[in-house]
T-cell receptor, first 111, second 113 residues
Framework: SQELEQSPQSLIVQEGKNLTINCTSSKTLYGLYWYKQKYGEGLIFLMMLQKGGEEKSHEKITAKLDEKKQQSSLHITASQPSHAGIYLCGADNTGRRALTFGSGTRLQVQP | DTAVSQTPKYLVTQMGNDKSIKCEQNLGHDTMYWYKQDSKKFLKIMFSYNNKELIINETVPNRFSPKSPDKAHLNLHINSLELGDSAVYFC????????????FGPGTRLTVL
């Protein structure tokens, strides 16, 4: 099994709908990062969470961290076509800033 | 105004060749990284350098040698390329504190024929 599990692997939603992507680490979390990747492009930083219970928001995207469960969720409210892409969670499991990434969630938003 | 840039964006080469990928960041960061994204889209750390010093080397074959001429550059040299080296290679950088965000370059797609 992978060190970092993401679910679902892919998601198709209608524009305007809410959605949630989950990320679970099998190891201790020193930091949990969310990135977005468009096909053939680099990773765009969304948010970083460090403390248990921490919650951050940017525009319509909210991320939470459950430190005890070693889980994070990314929630998008009122999705738009511009939200489409691959969402990757990355975990720092050693404190050395070497990130391990999940396999990603491919999101499609249908107009 | 590109923060982290990589060259080339695409690289197609024959098995056995030696090639280099260059990375430059203009963010003033002191830590730089190389990641490999394989065909299954898993992104894995390869190396990290802090102030030109190797910090992390994650069981990468000796054929891969990072070189950091200065804090703003971290180049990746690959000797005797193999088919399995085909992947997208991402460079990233961050400022000193471990909690800081890593900013990624656009990636270099390497295809070994």
């Amino acid at each position: 099994s992978q060190e970092l599990e993401q679910s679902p692997q892919s998601l198709i939603v209608q524009e305007g709908k809410n959605l949630t992507i989950n990320c679970t680490s099998s190891k201790t979390l020193y930091g949990l990062y969310w990135y977005k990747q468009k096909y053939g492009e680099g990773l765009i930083f969304l948010m970083m969470l460090q403390k248990g219970g921490e919650e951050k928001s940017h525009e319509k995207i909210t991320a939470k961290l459950d430190e005890k469960k070693q889980q994070s969720s990314l929630h998008i409210t009122a999705s738009q076509p511009s939200h489409a892409g691959i969402y990757l969670c990355g975990a720092d499991n050693t404190g050395r800033r070497a990130l391990t990434f999940g396999s990603g969630t491919r999101l499609q938003v249908q107009p | 105004d590109t923060a982290v840039s990589q060259t080339p964006k695409y690289l197609v080469t024959q098995m056995g060749n030696d090639k280099s990928i260059k990375c430059e960041q203009n963010l003033g960061h002191d830590t730089m990284y190389w990641y490999k994204q394989d065909s299954k889209k898993f992104l894995k750390i390869m190396f990290s350098y802090n102030n030109k010093e190797l910090i992390i080397n994650e069981t990468v074959p000796n054929r891969f040698s990072p070189k950091s001429p200065d804090k703003a550059h971290l180049n990746l040299h690959i000797n005797s390329l193999e088919l399995g080296d085909s992947a997208v290679y991402f460079c990233a950088s961050s400022q000193g504190d471990y909690s800081d965000t890593q900013y990624f370059g656009p990636g270099t797609r390497l295809t070994v024929l």
